[in-house]
Structure formats: C-alpha cells, structure tokens
C-alpha cells in the first residue's frame, strides 16, 4: 500500500475498486500500532475504511490476553501501539517508559533495580520500539525467569528494509530481533502472535464473524510473512512485487523440492496492486 511514508502508485485506487465491486478490505499488518493509528493512517493516505478494517499485531496481543483472563500486569517490551490496546481491553501494563542504563552498575544497583520493579507481572510482551537498552531486556528476562509468567511477542520479522535515493539502504532491526534477545536470555520459547500465524486470523474472524476463507483474498508483498499466513489460514493468496520479493523468487521457489519454500508460493502474483485492474479500468 506504502513505501517510506508515500503511497505506492494506485494502492489507493485498487481498494477504491475493491469497495466497488463490492468486497469488504481489511488491513492487517504485523506493525504494533495501535487499530486507532492505523485507521488515522489509512484515512490521510486516502485508503478509507472503518477501526473495524484495522487489525494490527498490537490489537492481536490484547485480544489474545483478555480471551486469557489476564489479571495481572503485562510488561512491554514494545512500543505506544500495545500500551493503548491493552488499555482499552482493561489490561494494566509497564515498561514503555524510557529506562536508561544506571551510571554506576554493581550489586546494590541491580539488588534495588529489582526491588523497583512490579511484582504482579503476569506476561511479558515483545514488539518493536525504538528506546530499547539493556534494563529493559534484563527486566524482561527477569520477569520470564517465573515460569508462570507468559512470553509473547508480536511478530518475528527480523528487519525491515528501507531503500532511498542514490541506492541508499537503511536495514532496520523488528521485532524478531529483539524476541531473539529475550528468547535466548530467559531460553524461554514465545508464542508468536502475528503474520503468519493463525492466531492473527482467528482476529480477523472477530471483526468480520461472517468471513469465508475460500472467497477471501489474501494479499501482501512478503511472502514468509503474508503468503504464508494465506496458506495458513486456507485462503487464497496474491502477492505483489512491490514489496520484499519478486517475480524472480516465485520462479526459484518453485523450483525447489523443499515442501517449506514450496508452501510459500502464491497462487497469484502481480507486478502491483493495481495492475490487478489494468484491464477493468480500461474496459471503464
């Protein structure tokens, strides 16, 4: 839909169509903005739609937590987006807060970090923010050194890639990073809410009850993440080369006998979102 902020040419005008003939279109993204975030995005960018549309990694997390019967403090380990959905699903949660390292380090400064810290924690969270440092990933590996405390993260993309000008490249480390650190830390196995996991659909079914996986369209530009969560869900798959694969890598997978890479083959594939409607804009 997006690159850097700008709408890629005709996204917004292939959703417009898809409204037209008739098909609901749902946003569902592994970014942990809150539903409320992304609505306002998709609103200024001109690609409409309702907080209903709006299904985010964040908004996943507190579902899956309330459906839990949490009642007790999630530490986060993450950014705005999962502080304010858990707050509108009634869940208390800790960390966002900016928690630079101590001047001085030794065992008086540890023995009162974690006489500081909350001791109703009852589930650890892993997404993506930007303020990360090292008392917070002690903090998190402590909190997880409970077994009954629970270990979730968002999503497991390693990074993500911004391209510039001039060939320029930004590698940018996600939230797959960053529940790598934790996981090997507290060695503790997270349970992974987002793209392609099927729990990312069962909250898709919550805001459109009435889906039908054999006439629903799954589209995405990565194929490890967004085609792969089609096939998980049984729905049919498209991906667009706009993104982090190409036509290029089709052909490759296609050619491998590994069931792995095979399932990440889509069962369509276009250049972008809108040469899906070349031939129905024209025919307009």
């Known amino acids: 839909l997006w690159h850097g902020g700008q709408e890629i040419e005709g996204s917004s005008d292939a959703i ?41 990694a964040s908004f996943v997390c507190a579902q899956y937590l309330k459906e839990k019967k949490l009642n007790k403090t999630v530490y986060v380990f993450g950014g705005k987006g999962l502080v304010d959905e858990l707050t509108n699903a009634g869940i208390k949660s800790v960390g966002f807060e900016p928690d630079p390292m101590p001047e001085r380090w030794d065992l008086e400064t540890a023995e009162a970090l974690v006489n500081s810290m909350e001791e109703n924690v009852g589930c650890v969270v892993v997404g993506f923010q930007y303020d990360i440092s090292y008392i917070k990933l002690l903090k998190a ?73 054999d006439r629903t369209l799954m589209i995405g530009d990565r194929a490890d993440t967004d085609v792969l969560f089609g096939k998980n869900s049984d729905l049919i798959t498209l991906m667009v080369g706009t993104g982090t694969n190409s036509r290029d890598d089709i052909f490759e997978w296609c050619n491998s006998n590994e069931r792995a890479i095979q399932k990440v083959v889509p069962d369509y594939y276009s250049k972008s979102l809108i040469d899906v409607f070349m031939n129905y804009i024209r025919d307009r």
């Open 16 to 56: 417009s169509i898809f409204r037209e003939l008739g098909k609901r279109v749902i946003f569902v993204t592994n970014n942990g903005v809150s539903r409320n975030d992304l609505l306002i995005r998709c609103q200024q960018m001109g690609f409409g739609g309702c907080l209903d549309d709006m299904v985010t």
């Open 141 to 213: 590996v402590t909190y997880l050194h409970n077994p009954e405390v629970l270990f979730l993260g968002t999503n497991s993309d390693p990074v993500a890639v911004l391209h510039f000008q001039n060939n320029k490249t930004c590698i940018m480390p996600a939230s797959g990073s960053f529940i790598s650190a934790v996981r090997t830390a507290s060695r503790r196995e997270p349970v992974i809410l987002g793209k392609p996991n099927q729990v990312m659909f069962e909250a898709v079914k919550r805001v459109c009850p009435k889906i039908q996986p």
